[in-house]
């Protein structure tokens, strides 16, 4: 079955060889996403709620670029630096899913930039 890359508008160039999304068989696969500006240099180091928010816009755009809602994620990966970022994720996690949440695994590891505070992988499935 033929894959689509998914890009949104204003899409940079990844610091790795990856697209943002892909779909395939109505179902969108969004890469690990990290809250990167335009230069890959990471945004707000120290503060895990902005990286969050930031990265979840950013998931938000490959998703509907590809035809469907925050409301079609039915798995999150979710990477964090710390522990004692959990609850920050959490709070703003829980904005951009108030209802059903979608199921999700949770780890702490080491990320690709020494700033990095929280990554973020998702999979939505979209029926088209």
Known sequence: MPKKIVLPPGTHKPIAPFS?????DG????????????????LFPGDAAAQT???????KS?????????????MNNIMLKSWDDY????????EYFPGDKPARWCIVCGLVRPDALVEIGSIAHIGK
């Open 20 to 24: 943002p999304g892909t779909v395939a």
């Open 27 to 42: 179902i969108v696969y969004v890469s690990g996403t990290l809250a990167f500006d335009k230069d890959n240099k990471i």
């Open 53 to 59: 928010r930031h990265i979840l816009e950013v998931i």
């Open 62 to 74: 490959v998703i509907e670029t590809a035809g469907g809602t925050m409301d079609d994620v039915t």
């Open 87 to 94: 609850a920050a994720m959490n709070t703003v996690y829980a």
